[in-house]
């Protein structure tokens, strides 16, 4: 009874996966529309591009190995169209796309004491090479923070 339980069950999971087997997508039937290779020799620049019947498009040109610029778009499994656009040249690649994360917001004390650094450069380096002088080589503002922690802190060990 056991071996019958288990060759339906092993039928069942294996129907269920040929049914969701990408091969029946509709990425799995898509067709090229178009498409465009060039590749000219004497200044060794490109073009290509090209389209499909289910919304998957790129195009780029550039010289090898110098510069490119291009493009390209396909829709997620959601249905949402992604874009992306993109420069590659002696600054290195910049993509940009509305999908792409962005860094978080610099805090505002960051961004002043970054200020007051480039505003106060000679306070900047003053103390920093304090040799036979004292000091810890970090300046005075630095040595409230080189103390040792006061005894009874919660992740202070007793011994």
Do not use: C
């Amino acid at each position: 009874m056991f071996k019958i339980q288990l060759v339906v069950l092993v039928a069942v999971v294996f129907v269920s996966a040929v049914q969701s087997a990408p091969s029946d997508s509709a990425d799995a039937h898509a067709e090229i529309r178009s498409y465009v290779n060039e590749l000219k020799q004497d200044d060794n620049s490109y073009k290509y591009q090209f389209e499909t019947s289910n919304g998957i498009a790129q195009q780029e040109q550039g010289v090898g190995g110098y510069y490119a610029s291009g493009s390209s778009q396909y829709y997620t499994p959601e249905g949402q169209l992604i874009q992306l656009t993109y420069t590659a040249d002696e600054n290195g690649f910049q993509p940009q796309g509305e999908h792409l994360p962005t860094p978080h917001p610099i805090p505002e004390a960051i961004i002043k004491s970054l200020e007051w650094n480039r505003d106060h450069p000679e306070e900047d380096n003053e103390g920093q090479y304090n040799h036979g002088h004292g000091g810890n080589g970090y300046g005075e503002q630095a040595n409230q923070f080189l103390q040792a922690p006061a005894s009874g802190l919660p992740y202070e060990k007793k011994i």
